[in-house]
C-alpha cells in the first residue's frame, strides 16, 4: 500500500472516532444562561427573551365572544346580508357573481361558435371540391365562427378586467 494511502486512512478513522466521542451539544443559536429566569444569550452575547416563558403565578386571558365588526358595506352597490352567523355584516361581491355568469356565456359562446364552425367550414371544403358556386363562403363563414368562438372567452375576462381595473363595481 502506498503511504497517501495509509495516511488517509488513519485520518479518516481518527476523525470518525473523535466525531463520536464529542458531545453532542443543540442546534440552536442560543443556549441557556440561566434555567429559572428565561432569559438567553445567543452567539454574539446578547441577552434575549425565551421563546417560552412559563409562569407560575399568571393567570389565564379572560375569552371573550364574537364582537361585532366596524366594516360595513361601502359603495352604492355593495349587498349587506344580515341575520347570518356571524359577527357582523357580510359583504357581497357583486362582480365576483357578475363575472362568473359571463364565463359561462363566454364558455357557452365559445363551444357553439366551434360546433357551429367546424362543420361549416368542412362543408364549405366539400363543396369547394364539388366546384360549388358558393363553397368559398361557407368556408369564410366556418372560419369566422370557429375565430369568433375562440377569442369570445379573452375578450370578456378582458372587458371585466378593465372595469375592475378602472374601479366601475366600487
Known amino acids: 500500500m502506498r503511504i497517501t494511502t495509509i495516511i488517509s486512512r488513519i485520518t479518516l478513522v481518527s476523525a470518525i472516532a473523535l466525531g463520536l466521542s464529542a458531545p453532542a451539544f443543540a442546534q440552536d443559536a442560543f443556549s441557556s444562561m440561566s ?20 409562569y407560575t403565578d399568571g393567570q389565564a386571558p379572560m375569552l371573550q365572544g364574537a364582537t361585532n365588526g366596524t366594516i360595513g358595506p361601502q359603495g352604492g352597490d355593495a349587498t349587506a346580508v344580515m341575520g347570518v352567523n356571524t359577527a357582523g355584516t357580510v359583504r ?41 358556386q358558393d363553397a368559398m363562403k361557407k368556408v369564410l363563414f366556418g ?28
Open 35 to 54: 434555567s429559572d429566569t428565561g432569559a438567553q444569550v445567543n452567539s454574539n452575547q446578547q441577552i434575549t427573551g425565551s421563546q417560552t416563558q412559563q
Open 92 to 132: 357581497v361581491n357583486n362582480l365576483a357573481n357578475l363575472e362568473a355568469l359571463l364565463n359561462i356565456i363566454a364558455n357557452g359562446m365559445e363551444i357553439l361558435g366551434i360546433a357551429w364552425g367546424g362543420p361549416t367550414m368542412i362543408m364549405g371544403f366539400m363543396h369547394m371540391a364539388a366546384g360549388t
Open 143 to 170: 372560419a369566422a365562427g370557429v375565430t369568433g368562438g375562440l377569442a369570445t372567452p379573452g375578450c370578456i375576462n378582458w372587458l371585466v378586467a378593465s372595469a375592475r381595473d378602472a374601479n366601475l363595481f366600487s
